[in-house]
């Protein structure tokens, strides 16, 4: 694997984009994977940050991803490090699902926020924003 640009290894698009889903919440990984699934993007899950990072060291860079913060094994917020530490996955925009009332944004980035529960069009207005 090399280093630079992540150009190479994003995903293909005829289908929509790639959305790699990270919660350990199987029930609410299942219903964001089925609305994205109907919307023509192809939904990627994993239930905790560490299986995400491993996903994409092997696999095509998802388009975006939607970040649970509160899981077990790695959290969101330690993903996030890791993920902004690496320069191959920096580049993939994140989309913080939070039921957390306080998320400290010191420690996700430019991450965008979206708090649970949240309408289901503004979830696809910052995934789809020139839908």
Known sequence: ?????????????????????????????????????????????????ADALGYMSTSPLPNVILLDLQMPVMDGYEFRARQIA???????????ISDQRSVDPSRIGDAVVMPKPFRVDELLAVIEPNA
């Open 86 to 96: 690496n320069r191959e996955f920096a580049s993939v925009p994140v989309v913080v």
């Open 1 to 49: 694997m090399t280093s630079g640009s992540s150009a190479g290894r994003s995903a293909p698009e005829r289908f929509g984009k790639t959305i790699l889903v990270i919660d350990d919440d199987a029930d609410g990984r299942d219903m964001l994977a089925h609305l994205l699934q109907r919307k023509g993007h192809r939904v990627v899950t994993c239930a905790n940050g």
